[in-house]
């Protein structure tokens, strides 16, 4: 299988994984994948029915100029958006975006995601940011540049390493998630939108619970990520 | 495969997405298909269960008269509120019923779907409208035609429409959606109940959360619909 | 096939109906059939896995006595609970008792399902009753028996007919209902769930909505019920 | 089958057993049994998506030593909570852990499972427990053995006996599970994240409504708990 082939495929079986997983009704959402070497993208096509995808259908796209380099369809709308967080951000490798039920409601209610668990400690470095609403301007010119803008603004305001805090909800739009790689771009989709449920669902029965303390974020993420990290085989294996 | 046949075939279809949607439990929903040529629409057979549902149950009705044209069973006791659809809004080619559950809680509370974020603005082109409580007189005559005309009061109370406002909450009963074909009216129900469980979670967080601005809503109506829409494939491609 | 075969296929059917209806988790709940002629119940074995249960493993009853008339297994728990409404209900053909989500958190807040829209309507003459708890001697004595007589003595207080009224909600315990056959009352089951869950929802959005107008309710249950009733296909047809 | 290779099995089923049931996203969960006689645990191996999981890939751990015994991957992350559970309970033959969402809602919320009806009281002799926090130095020591050891103070300081109480909830984390044997441990973890549900449901029907009265409390748990036990079939038939 050659380069793009590849590439192809794994964006085709992430957009496969996040509505096997249930984040997708319709066509709201999409995955993309990048090769940093070829510097191209590769994306859902915009408006294309899940069950009608296949791998040739994906379209690539040059990361620099946002050309669409090989493809018989446009690519995903919010393709833009993607761009501007593969140049942004050297070290996520997928990124993908969704409509997810909880994680939509939290973003529509202008919230960032509480840490109130060691689920959210297992994926997310302290709670999951909501960004500020974009300006008129914004949405009126390129509103899906502006878009990845305020997602990059939202993590540098924070001060947040984007692989330690792998997701950030658009404010009255919805979740964009990332990894090192397609897989756990979906990984943390996943992992989102639980966290997102389980904390609707802990506020609606205790409305001031506290987050958690720091020795149980830290020892939680520490588990998985990073030098000490215990979780899991270890690499190689 | 004639044009009866063609008819029925998609009306037949319809009717079966809305159950592999989840949006039917039971009978509680009825899918149409028109051929404004023809003057006929194709209905779902009253109270037959889907699992025992054929093309050839598929009842054809005149638009114009309303009397069975072909079919061996009793329409949908709704057809009657189809029929005030079909015949006000010339641009209508498919009307889906539902009870689905998220869209039903908002009518049955009698409340209209705000619109809290950009899914919505996807799809409906403002807050999605619920109808009056019909009067006692309404209910005890020609209760399905009197629903159908409070349908059409309210559209046009509101100067709505119907192709950018394709959905209306029946006062304590559900909701009936519509496209330019059946295919249509079956995405815009799906997005209206993801629509209704989104809001639902999202006031459940924040109860005075403010609708989208206005330029927010037009940018996301605009990319789908209209003269300058660049969501999916071009037409024709 | 003979009769008793015949009546234990039609109680298995029912008990494989509820499970695939989602309204059963683990060994949550039975359903029987009677037949009238022979006086005998059949109903699901206690405690055997859904996934493990066949036509032979139901149990035959004898209604006067109690008495197991056929079967290798001991009758489910809930059997004297079964006899009690067949008994006093002579037009009562079949019955289900779930746990079913949305109707046990009703039952659990020992409040009866408000009647707030015409889904309800469609099936149930009115707000689904809750029973009073029962007394301690009820509980320590012959529990199930007891169980059955507050359903009864629920109907006769609000003096509403059984089959106008098909399910009654236990307190603090859950649903049970029932219908003129197995299939109705497996019917009846899943729209009380579809009710209780859509009413959960409703009084989250407006707390203080409104049961429907008296008008509304009876157009509704009599579209479908009595002789005035036009859902469906006429019966014969 | 040789003994370890059936205790294999067994925790291997397990495992399966909480995903099929819905108790599972990604891998937030594991399953265990044990061999008394031969004082050996099987465990799921620790971040192995369930996918590929196979009954070889379990991992057999001494109990006394904590030292693998048998198997090519490192054990569960919560292999020491197991450990501890399974050292201080004689008749715990199988322990189950998940975040399943309703469950965890509680656990996070800092808050009991109260009794509210007959399904609790199958199931579980009262409200089930939530464990204080753990302290810091716990949380930056062996943190594992200390989760198993708060969720036996818990036990012990409420005077349970942990076959009467086979779940507690960790604070802010989730829920532990177990019973006889591997089995019933899932069963009892199905039937935690059902009454979980329920309790959420109802509380958010009626915040005030009061624990159940111990009378019903005791009949529903001696149906199918103890001597008296008439719930099911005799045991040997």
């Known amino acids: 299988m050659s380069g793009r082939d590849e590439l192809r495929e794994r964006a085709f079986r992430a957009n496969l994984d996040i509505v096997a997983a249930g984040l997708v009704v319709l066509t709201f959402g999409n995955a993309s994948a990048v090769d940093r070497g070829a510097g191209v993208m590769a994306i859902k096509p915009s408006g ?12 690539l796209v040059d990361v620099d100029t946002g050309e669409v380099v090989d493809g018989a369809y446009r690519p995903s709308s919010d393709t833009p958006t993607h761009l501007v967080l593969y140049r942004r951000f050297d070290g996520v490798g997928g990124i993908v975006h969704t409509h997810s039920p909880y994680a939509t409601a939290w973003a529509q209610a202008l919230l960032p995601i509480p840490c109130l668990g060691t689920t959210h400690a297992d994926h997310f470095h302290g709670p999951v940011p909501v960004t ?22 939202t993590l540098e305001r924070l001060e947040l390493d984007p692989l330690e805090m792998p997701a950030v909800l658009v404010a009255s739009h919805g979740p964009f998630a990332w990894g090192e790689d397609a897989e756990s771009a979906v990984e943390n989709a996943v992992a989102l939108e639980a966290v997102a449920a389980s904390a609707y669902r802990t506020v609606s ?23 000490g990290a215990y979780y899991g085989q270890p690499r190689g294996s």
């Not at 294309?48 to 994906?58: N, S």
């Not at 949405?139 to 899906?144: K, L, P, T």
């Open 132 to 153: 500020r609403a974009l300006a008129e301007d914004e949405i009126a010119g390129d509103y899906e540049t502006r878009t990845g803008n305020v997602v990059v603004e």
């Open 205 to 227: 029965l205790a409305a001031d619970v506290a987050q958690i303390d720091d020795g149980l974020l830290q020892r939680h993420y520490r588990r998985k990520h990073g030098a």
């Open 48 to 59: 294309v029915p899940y069950a009608d995808l296949t791998a040739d259908a994906i379209v």
